[in-house]
Each structure stands twice: as C-alpha cells, then as structure tokens.
C-alpha cells in the first residue's frame, strides 16, 4: 500500500488528506499533520474515493469531434490563436480559468497571455467567487492580504460571519470554530445572513438582514464603536480618517433598523458584543462578495476592524473566507485581467520592468484585460476570435446562461480542457483537451489563509490526459514562443514564480516566497503545508500566521472607504438568492458521481416561506416557474420558514443540460460590482408564474 500527502480540491478550507491505494482500492482520510485541518475532513472530503476513476472522463484530444493526436491537436490551436492575434490583435484572443487549476497551470497561463501574447485578458472563475474581497483588501488594506489565519477563529471572544453559510461552505473551519466554542462556552457566534442556514441555527444570535442591509449594519457599527470611544488613539492619522466622519453621522438606529429590517433591540446587541468583545473575527463570503456593492461591503468590515485596531493580532481580524481551493494561488500569480503577474498591479512600472527582465517578454500586457462577464460580452459582439476555458464550465457557473451560450456560439473558436466529459461548456467546443484530474496533477494551491500545500499525484493519468501546464507550454511553442515554455516539470515552474515573488517583496508587498525560488525537486516533491510570506535569505516557517499586527507600529498602507448604498428602484418581483448544498461543489461534475452525496439534497428545489407559498397557491413539491428575461427556471417548491418573506432561495449546482429547466443562471442577471467586476448573484428579481 502507498500512502500519498495532498490536498483536498472542493472548497478554500484546503484541508490535508492522505490517499492510500493499494491495487485498484483507494482510501482517503484527513491528514493529522496538515495545519489547516489536523485530520479533519467533511462529507466531500471523505467521500473522495468514489469520485476517482475513468468514469465520466474526458480522456483523448479532438477537434471538432474528431479523435486527434496531441501534437496535431496543440499545433492547430496554436496555429489559430496565432493567426487571431495576427490579423486582429492580441485583445482577440482570452483565457478563462478557475480556481480548481493548480498554481503552477495558473502560472504558466498567465505568463504566456500577459508576458509573451501581450493581452491581459486572462480572466477565472475566481472572479465570481472573491474578486470583491480581492478590491476591498487593496483599498483597505494596501494589499490584497488576507491578515489572519485559522486559528483567528479560535481565539476570538466573537465571531461575525456575514453572508457565510460556513457549516455548508466551509465545514471544517466551522468544525474548528464549534470545538472551540465547546472549548470556551463564553465566545459568542453571531451570523448575519437572509436565510435561517444551519450556521444560522447553531449561531448565539442570527440577524436575518435585508439583502443589500450590510452596508448600513456595518456602518452604523462604526458611528456605534466611535461614540463608544473604541477607537484607536492614532485613528485620526488613518488615511480617509476624516473623509468618512460626515458621512457615519447619517448611520443612526433608525436608519440601520430601516434598511436592514432588523429590529432596533437586535441591532443594539449586536453592537454591544462586539464593542464589548476585545477579540472579534468577521468572516465574510460569498453573501458580501457576490453583490452589486460587494467592495464597499467589505470594505464597511475592514473599516470596522481598522479604526478599533482589531487586526493583525491573535483572535482578531476581517477574514475573507474563499470558496476555492486554489482562489489564492490565481490571485498570487496574477490571474485575473486587472493583474499583473507576481502579486502585482498593471500600472506598476517598476513591477513591470522588473518582471518582463525575468521573463524576457516579447510584449507585457499594458492595460486591463476583459473581467468575466466583460469577456463573454466582448465574445459575444464578435470581439473575441479564439477563448481557451480551463477546468470551468460557464455555460453554467456565469449569470445569464442565454447570454453565455450565445457568447460561445459567436466565438470562431472554442478550446476547452477539462477532466470530465460531457459539460454544458463542451457543447460549444471546438477543441476538446483531457486534462489530468485530482489524484493525478501534481502541484501547488493556496488555501483560505495563505497557507501553501502540495498537491499530489497517486493515480496514473487517465486515458491520454495531460496537465494544462504541459498542454500551454506545447501550445505557446505552436505560436513561435521558442523560449520561456521549456519547462519539465511542475517544480520547474514553482521556481520561477517563487522568484517572481521576490519581486514583490522587494517592492514592500506581503506576498513573497522567494525562499522557495531555490528547492531541488526532491525538497519541492517533499514541501510541507507553509504560509506566506516566506522572503528570501530567511529560514523557512512553517506558520506566518498575521500580516498587518498593528503593534508595536506597523499600520496596513490601504484606507478607510465609506460608500453609502445604491439605492436604485429595484424592479418588481421576487428577490432570488442562490448558493451551495451541503454535499455538492460547482456545476457536480465530480460530486455527481458519488451516489452518497447525492443522497443530502438529491435534487434542486425552490425554497420559500409558506405564507409566499400560500400567495402564489403552491405547495411542497409542485413545480414552481421563475422567469427573468429570457431566462427560465422550473423547480419543485420545498417549504421553509427559514426564508425570509418575499425571497426565493435554489441551488446553484444543477444544470439545464441534465435536469431540463434547473440552471439558476438562467435566471441570474448580469449586473455587477463597477470595480470588482464580480457578478451580484444574490440579488436577482424574477417572476413567479
Ligand atoms: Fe475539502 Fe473543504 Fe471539506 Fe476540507 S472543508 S474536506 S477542503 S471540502
């Protein structure tokens, strides 16, 4: 029997797990040494096992449904990505990624598009995900810096989690917070979220907040924390100090009671706890990120942690807790079109400079690049000629599935590589591309709390399946890049960014592993689980666990922001929100196959209180008919009281293709945050018929 370290692949807890295989049999367990979860493991992760295997695969190259061989395959995808770029610019040309790739096929991705074709338009899934977080982390805080760690959790005397049904989302990390709460019956747990979730029920107080209240709770809480006197001496010096103080005035309890629908006595409460509480963590996901405000919400909780220094100290601090297991790692490279490559920004010259030197670019991308729903617009008026999409399936997981279809079938061409056959995505693929899956790709991912972990091959290749790194590297080779792409394995890669990372250092940026820029591949294959930063010329830590501690004097470089909410008439209808089950991750294309997770939620339903269900004369497992342009989703009804009245909530993991009229997307607008680009998924308006 062999015994593999890795990491799990679902959600950004990155929890440690060991495969062991002996002949065709596989067992997974938690891996007690791994520091994010000390062996723990939810229902996804235990039931690893039965998702592995040629089941489902995708497992030769083609094109245009037509068996080929890899080197024909990549040569004609380099070919016509070269000809676009040719005849109409590097701009007509895009990668779409995701947060299941590796940092090492993130790495190489962007380095080809940004560095060598001269487009920044790479874009990911991550996107959708915690890009709000990403811009509310450089305003506030300088950098894009998560500033605590798991432990946080444990410490505090208060937990805020706001729009985070961690129970669900992110169950291990929960697990360690209701240890810890067994542990110390004084801590307290306060959720603030629409919906009565399960991390709602087990909570000491739940605020079931207006969708869209988050602005105004949280900046009453600052007007609430100043005239308390919680303020820290030196706030004044704070940039944007002064800025916010008129605009906090407006935030008394009426208005917070108004907009939030709360009532005064909780709101109250609320507030008591957590002026009172020295060591308060806010956890803040998908409900604050994935909002038409999504940045200024964040940055109304940073403002909260920033101004009564409650940061960067044991049990303190904002958290954005990640939904991927490898949304840092993207961020880390540059993987998004408002990036640039080593943690930094597109504008920043002397990172610019710095980086084409070590790359020896032909032509650094100069300018954004087109975010998501951008990308697909742009795709869908004819702008763009050639997309490769990686491990994603948009045709689902993009708001306005009609609009991403249409996108897809404008493209002239379609390349897709994924490890599962048979996606909604595939249907409009010109070229298909089998790619290594978990248990089979080896490399780096960057969980939650910037904490690096391997991830390790144990099962040999299915079918013809490659890496994506090796797939970009053969294909930017395709395109006359003769230099730059000669890597041989993932450690090769790991080198190179850990040397870019340096860059970032020496430019005062918290990201920087330039320590690991020098492992052999026998250190690199045996690496374990640390955070960053981990700077050159110092010992390696296995924990770095705060950025930002505020005493004796090191004060984040961002500023405090307070935008009041936008209040644009909201067109009639019901309010849509939309997330995860318990047992199933994304569009379950791995989940799916496991016939126990299937078991918690085994189909999808529109959830609502009965009283709405009672207004529209349905009752528990009638078909309910939702419409929003021209979009359609049909669903049968579940009754819950933990709705609120007027809001509908379904799921968000099955597709039209499978399931008939069950894609959420269908019905989710485009609207979007103005600076994160991230899509507001949870405020749609739709119809009920
Ligand atoms: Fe995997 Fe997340 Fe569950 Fe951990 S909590 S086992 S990373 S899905």
Redesign the pocket.
């Known amino acids: 029997m062999t015994e593999t370290r890795t990491t799990?692949p679902?959600?950004g807890?990155?929890?440690g797990v060991v495969a062991s295989v002996s002949g065709d049999q596989i067992q997974i367990r938690g891996d007690q040494h791994h520091p994010s979860?000390f062996g723990k493991?939810?229902s996804?992760?235990v039931r690893l096992a039965e998702t592995l295997g040629v089941r489902g695969r995708l497992m030769h190259p083609s094109i245009k449904g037509e068996r080929d061989s890899w080197s024909r395959t990549l040569a004609y995808v380099g070919h016509k990505f070269r000809q676009a770029v040719d005849q109409h610019g590097p701009d007509s040309v895009a990668f779409y990624l995701s947060g299941q790739l590796l940092t090492e096929d993130y790495y190489v991705a962007n380095k080809l598009m940004k560095g060598f074709i001269g487009s920044a338009n790479v874009d990911t899934n991550s996107r959708l995900c915690m890009s709000s977080a990403v811009a509310a982390h450089k305003r506030g805080l300088g950098s894009d810096s998560v500033p605590g760690c798991y432990e946080d959790f444990e410490l505090a005397d208060l937990v805020v989690l706001v729009g985070s049904n961690m129970s669900w989302c992110?169950?291990?990390?929960f697990q360690r917070l209701q240890a810890a709460r067994r542990a110390r019956p004084r801590m307290r747990l306060v959720v603030i979220d629409p919906r009565r979730t399960a991390t709602a029920e087990a909570a000491d107080q739940h605020l079931a907040i207006r969708p869209g209240g988050d602005l105004a709770l949280f900046h009453g809480l600052l007007r609430f924390l100043i005239e308390q006197g919680q303020q820290r001496p030196d706030a004044h010096q704070l940039p944007g100090w002064s800025d916010i103080q008129a605009s906090l005035q407006a935030y008394d309890l009426a208005r917070v009671a108004r907009e939030t629908d709360l009532n005064r006595d909780d709101i109250v409460d609320f507030y008591r706890q957590f002026a009172t509480s020295p060591q308060v963590v806010t956890g803040f996901s998908m409900g604050i990120n994935q909002s038409e405000q999504g940045v200024d919400q964040g940055n109304a909780i940073l403002n909260c942690h920033l101004v009564t220094d409650r940061i960067g100290r044991p049990g303190m601090g904002p958290f954005s807790l990640t939904g991927q297991?490898n949304a840092m790692g993207g961020r880390e490279v540059g993987g998004l079109a408002n990036t640039l490559a080593a943690h930094r920004e597109l504008d920043d010259e002397a990172a610019r400079q710095a980086i084409a030197e070590l790359w020896c670019s032909p032509q650094l991308a100069s300018r954004p690049g087109l975010k998501a729903v951008e990308l697909f617009e742009a795709m869908e008026r004819g702008q763009i000629k050639a997309v490769w999409i990686m491990g994603t399936n948009p045709a689902v997981s993009l708001p306005d599935s009609g609009q991403v279809a249409r996108a897809l079938q404008a493209c002239p061409l379609v390349v897709v590589s994924d490890c599962v056959s048979g996606t909604d995505t595939q249907r409009y693929a010109d070229v298909l591309l089998p790619a290594t899956g978990w248990g089979e790709k080896a490399g780096t991912v960057t969980n939650s709390e910037r904490r690096l972990s391997r991830q390790r091959a144990f099962l040999p290749a299915s079918g013809e399946a490659r890496a994506d790194w090796w797939m970009l590297c053969q294909m930017a080779k395709a395109m006359g890049f003769n230099y730059g792409f000669n890597f041989t394995n993932e450690a090769d890669i790991f080198r190179e960014h850990a040397a870019l990372s340096a860059i970032n250092g020496r430019l005062g940026g918290a990201f920087d592993i330039g320590a690991l820029a020098t492992l052999t591949d026998q250190q690199y294959q045996q690496l374990a689980p640390l955070q960053w930063p981990q700077p050159a010329g110092q010992p390696l830590q296995l924990n770095n666990q705060r950025l930002f501690a505020s005493h004796p004097a090191s004060p984040p470089q961002g500023q405090l922001h307070l935008s009041s909410p936008v209040t644009s008439p909201a067109p009639a209808g019901w309010v849509l929100n939309n997330g995860r089950y318990r047992d199933q991750w994304h569009t379950m294309t791995r989940t799916g196959l496991s016939s126990q997770l299937g078991r918690h939620r085994p189909w999808p339903e529109i959830s609502l209180h009965p009283d709405d269900a009672r207004l529209l004369d349905v009752t528990a497992n009638d078909l309910l008919t939702l419409e929003a342009g021209d979009g359609t989703l049909r669903l049968p009804v579940a009754l819950s009281a933990q709705q609120r009245r007027g809001e509908l909530f379904a799921p968000i993991h099955w597709s039209g293709q499978y399931s008939g009229q069950a894609a959420v997307n269908a019905v989710v607008g485009r609207g979007r945050d103005s600076l994160s680009g991230q899509p507001g998924f949870k405020g749609a308006r739709v119809q009920a018929l």
């Open positions: 799990c679902y959600c807890v990155g929890c979860n493991l939810c996804k992760g992110h169950p291990v990390l297991p």
